[in-house]
Structures are given as C-alpha cells and as structure tokens.
C-alpha cells in the first residue's frame, strides 16, 4: 500500500503559510488538507475561498478541502473555482447528501464524504458507488491537537473490505490525532491518506515529519 500524507494546515503558522506550505511540499506531501469551519456546524472558525485561492499559484498539491460547515452545497462552487481538486462534505451536514456529492463531481472536481466518531459508514452506503474519497473522522471535528479515537478503525476495515467486494474505489482518508503511533494503526487497518496537523507542523523540522510519517503508515 502507498499510503498519502495530507498535512493540515490548521497547525501551521499562518503568519508564514506559503513557507509552510512549501516544506510539506518539499517534504513530498501529496494532499494539503485545508480546513474550513463555520463556527455553526463545529465551534471554530477557520478559512474560507480566499485563502485557498492565495494558495493554489505557490503549490502542485492536491487541494484537499474538508467543509466543517452548514449548507456546503451553498459553497461548494466557491472552493472549486478558488482551486479545490478534492472536496469533502460532512455527510451530518447535508440533508441532500447524493445532490450534494452530484454538485461537486458536475464542477469537475473529485468528491468526498466525511462522517464524524458518532456516525456509522452503513450511513453512507448509497453514496460510496459515487463518491473518490470517505473520510473517517478519528476525532471529533472542530479542533487541531486531540487524542486519536482508536475505535474507529472498525469503520476503516469495513469500509476497505467493502471496497475490494463491491470493486469501488474510494480513497480512505482518516483525520484527527494521527501522529507516528496512531499513522501505522491506521494504515493497518486499510486507511490511504493520512491527515496530520500538529504532528507535521509540531515537529522540530516540518519538512522531515511528512516523511517519517509516511515511512510510519508503509511499515
Ligand atoms: C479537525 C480537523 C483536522 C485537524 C487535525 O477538526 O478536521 O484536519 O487539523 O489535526 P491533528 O492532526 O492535530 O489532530
Ligand atoms: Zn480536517
């Protein structure tokens, strides 16, 4: 397995986010894994269109954005057009959810669906023939720096097994808590991209992290 390392940019110093930005890159990240919280469906509050689109001239990344908000269907065609290659909703957050995921593949960019510690994948079954990436939220969305929530990776199994029955191909993505301990569980378990924020942008050389980190998830 190959498995992808997504840094999140939530823990960067966003006083220098293009240098941030450019370390990962260096470090040979292939997701950046942008944040966006509307202080209505979590508590924070973090970035919107306009950074992403300040981002995407300095990087060749995959722009990974991952909407904590209410309605995303109202600004998905925003992050697209800012330079979003892969969008993910939150499946609690959408009452259409297969409109939701049709809006964002009609825009031309990839799709995802994310589901919180709570929310079971059987939830998303008449979505995954449909969608490029499931997310599975290892913790409670809101915050950068909290504890890996170990139990969730029953969802990531069942979800790869169903992959291989069912020949779909999402990508698998886990996010929250993942650090060089909780990055081999998860990619045991069958999880293919691996965001990290405090762990890459913590560490004595961010640069160096996403590789370590990688080298974690691939044994
Ligand atoms: C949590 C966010 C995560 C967060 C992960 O709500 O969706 O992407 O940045 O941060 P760490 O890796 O520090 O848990
Ligand atoms: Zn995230």
């Not at 202080?39 to 991952?66: C, E, K, W, Y």
């Not at 995954?128 to 499931?134: A, E, G, K």
């Not at 504890?147 to 990508?171: C, D």
């Not at 999880?191 to 762990?199: C, P, R, W």
Request: with cysteine; hydrophobic share 45%.
């Amino acid at each position: 397995m190959k498995q992808k390392i997504a840094p999140s940019i939530l823990s960067a110093d966003f006083a220098r986010l293009a240098a941030q930005v450019a370390e990962v890159e260096a470090g040979g990240a292939e997701y950046l894994h942008i944040d966006v919280m509307d202080g209505h469906f979590v508590p924070n509050i973090t970035i919107g269109p306009l950074v992403v689109a300040a981002l995407r001239p300095h990087s060749q990344m995959v722009f990974d954005t991952h909407l904590m908000i209410e309605h995303p269907e109202r600004y998905v065609a925003d992050f697209a057009k800012a330079g979003s290659d892969l969008i993910t909703v939150h499946q609690e957050a959408c009452v259409h959810l297969h409109r939701t995921i049709g809006q964002i593949k009609d825009l031309g960019v990839k799709a995802g669906v994310a589901i919180n510690p709570a929310t079971p994948w059987e939830t998303l079954r008449y979505v995954l023939p449909m969608v490029d990436l499931v997310l599975v939220m290892t913790v409670n969305p809101g915050f950068g720096g909290q504890k890996f929530i170990p139990t969730m990776m029953s969802k990531v199994e069942q979800l790869a097994t169903l992959r291989h029955e069912q020949g779909w191909s999402y990508e698998i993505q886990v996010d929250g808590g993942i650090n060089r301990t909780t990055a081999a569980m998860a990619a045991e378990a069958g999880a293919d991209v691996l965001v990290a924020g405090a762990a890459v942008f913590g560490a004595p050389s961010v640069r160096e992290e996403v590789g370590i980190l990688r080298r974690c998830a691939r044994g």
